[in-house]
């Protein structure tokens, strides 16, 4: 049985003129994902693939809700609970320890107050019985496992203090902190250079080897799809217009939209 | 147009740390390279939007660093910049019609209606016709957006564009489209383009030649088809491999580069890449290597890089293509 699975979501805000009712900006958007699977969730801006990806999660910016559908997490013992039904003590204790987010923007994931040692470790700490210490040298082993350099040294450094790189890895850290099958990027690489985005898949790609982590990919380069994602899942709209397996999409999407996609790329013919 | 040696300090910081560079009248130069590397700080240069330090930028044979203010407003028409962010750059206040009509009230002797036409012209040349010249900013697309900075830049009928990162914010099924229009307007109207991109797609879909940028220094240049496939200086080398390619079957061993751009404020002694650099050896860190020319594919002297070990480093494909 799949890891998580969504079925018919649909995300809806209230139309602006009272009495109207609720536009729908996502519909009937149904997608899985297996454990240690990687999966691209591709479209582009207003596809939806962003809030679909935050619904999980029970993140849908208010006066936006979901509407209808389910989403599915399998558990431990076998069987699955629907996020959406979930009371929030429940879902806090989902978050983080079962399925875990990253953003595209480093910057607004952090406490700009806070060290990014602290911060860390007050993300093992909610979801672990630890102590302090232990939480601190948690948050080191965390840095490391993600490259993050010397580790140690700059546990008290402040988020501003980090490039952009260094950011997206203490996000990842800290996304990581709490154990969790799933991890949703969202766009993690598309404010980087391009080097940097190399490194940063790669860490991913590690991270799904070493752990086992399942990755919910949010993206609109098809390149990046190309390089990580096992299945890819095309939104537009809305709507989900086609999945398929990587390879496949690549060699005959069935989907026009994912037809126009593909052709549209600027691609690099050069490169051997 | 030419460069000649820039520094500019600011403190102890070198952006730009001796840059030479060349662009001929119709050619598509692309100066390509990442955050830091100082290529944005360049183009400013170029139009003198930033006082260099030190050096000249000669324009037309005119170094534009020595004229005064009115002398330099004059000889502007001549050269534009489209900007990176289409939100921006454009005054939200301003009708489109009214955004591209108003180089022309500096640079020509239009009257009102003349402009207006004009403006017309412009914006039906980069695909905006009929209506949309009468809307706000806000009511445009990212795409079309974009499209009304270009509309602007061509207004005084210039020689030059300066192009910041024209399509990285457009998405990726628009950016196709904003490419082809300026590789079209370059072509009908003979313009000269200075490129600035970190998007090595747009580089190859528009430009003759490639100069790659490393911490405030040129390391690399040549024709763009030949310096994409047979990269000299192993920045060049990893910068090409880390490009995610869209095809799955050929997802290949990339060169990962370790660690991230050294901070301006304390570079590197020697080559300023050594630290990263897969095959650096020790001469690197001693000497700065200067950029030299190297021979290109036909033997002409068209290409170069600023490496003591040019061509050493061999592109992932290749290694595999060996193998099998």
């Given at each position: 049985m799949a890891l998580l699975e969504i079925r018919d979501l649909e995300i809806a805000f209230p139309a602006r003129?009272?009495?109207?009712g609720w536009l729908p900006v996502v519909r009937g958007a149904s997608l899985s994902v297996g454990r240690g699977e990687v999966v691209g969730l591709v479209g582009e801006s207003g596809s939806g693939k962003t809030l679909t990806a935050l619904a999980v999660l029970g993140?849908?910016?208010?006066?936006?809700?979901?509407?209808a559908g389910a989403i599915r997490l399998s558990e431990e013992g076998g069987g699955a609970a629907d996020l959406l039904a979930l009371p929030p003590g429940a879902l806090r204790r989902v978050r983080g320890a079962r399925i875990a987010m990253v953003f595209q923007e480093p910057a607004t994931a952090f406490n700009p107050v806070y060290s990014i040692g602290f911060q860390i470790a007050e993300a093992a700490r909610a979801h672990r019985r630890i102590s302090r210490g232990e939480a601190r040298r948690e948050a080191a082993r965390l840095l490391d496992r993600v490259a993050f350099p010397e580790a140690r040294r700059r546990l008290d450094d402040y988020p501003h203090q980090l490039s952009g790189g260094q950011r997206q890895r203490a996000m990842i850290a800290m996304a990581l902190a709490g154990r969790p099958d799933l991890l949703l990027a969202d766009?993690?690489?598309?404010?980087?250079d391009v080097t940097l985005q190399a490194q940063i898949l790669e860490l991913l790609d590690e991270l799904r080897r070493d752990l086992g982590l399942a990755v919910l990919l949010i993206t609109h380069d098809l390149g990046v799809v190309a390089e990580t994602c096992d299945r890819v899942v095309v939104m537009r709209e809305g709507r989900v217009v086609e999945t398929a397996e990587v390879e496949e999409l690549f060699r005959a999407p069935a989907h026009p939209y994912t037809r126009e996609l593909l052709a549209a790329l600027p691609r690099l013919e050069a490169v051997p | 147009m030419r460069r000649g040696l820039l520094q500019r300090r600011r403190g102890t910081v070198r952006a730009l740390d001796g840059v030479d560079l060349k662009v001929a009248r119709g050619e598509c130069l692309a100066l390509v390279g990442e955050s830091g590397s100082g290529k944005t700080t360049l183009g400013r240069c170029a139009l003198r939007l930033l006082e260099p330090t030190a050096g000249r930028v000669l324009f037309a044979g005119e170094d534009l660093l020595a004229l005064p203010a009115g002398a330099l407003r004059a000889r502007r028409r001549r050269f534009q910049m489209v900007f990176q962010d289409p939100y921006g750059s454009l005054d939200p206040r301003q009708r489109v019609e009214s955004i591209v009509a108003e180089p022309l009230a500096i640079h020509t002797d239009l009257g009102r209606a003349g402009r207006r036409e004009r403006a017309r012209e412009l914006l039906a040349m980069v695909g905006l016709g009929g209506e949309l010249a009468r809307r706000f900013p806000h009511e445009l697309s990212g795409g079309q957006r974009q499209r009304v900075g270009i509309a602007r830049a061509l207004a005084p009928a210039p020689e030059l564009l300066v192009a910041d990162e024209p399509v990285s914010s457009l998405d990726v099924s628009v950016r196709g489209q904003v490419l082809s229009l300026l590789a079209g307007l370059r072509e009908r109207l003979g313009l000269a383009l200075l490129l600035i991109s970190h998007d090595l797609a747009a580089v190859e879909r528009l430009a003759d030649r490639v100069a790659v940028m490393y911490l405030g220094r040129v390391v690399e240049t040549g024709p763009t088809r030949e310096l994409m496939t047979r990269p000299l200086h192993p920045y060049t080398v990893s910068l090409l491999s880390a490009v995610p390619v869209a095809d799955p079957r050929r997802r290949r061993r990339r060169i990962v580069l370790a660690g991230e751009p050294p901070s301006p404020l304390a570079p590197p002694s020697g080559c300023p890449f050594h630290p990263r650099c897969p095959i650096a050896r020790p001469r690197c860190a001693a000497e700065r290597p200067p950029l030299a020319p190297a021979p290109g594919a036909d033997g002409e002297w068209e290409r170069a890089v600023a490496c003591f070990y040019p061509g050493e480093l061999a592109a992932p494909g290749k290694m595999r293509q060996e193998a099998s």
């Open positions: 003129d009272a009495g109207e993140l849908v910016p208010p006066p936006g809700r979901v509407t766009e993690p690489t598309t404010a980087l | -």
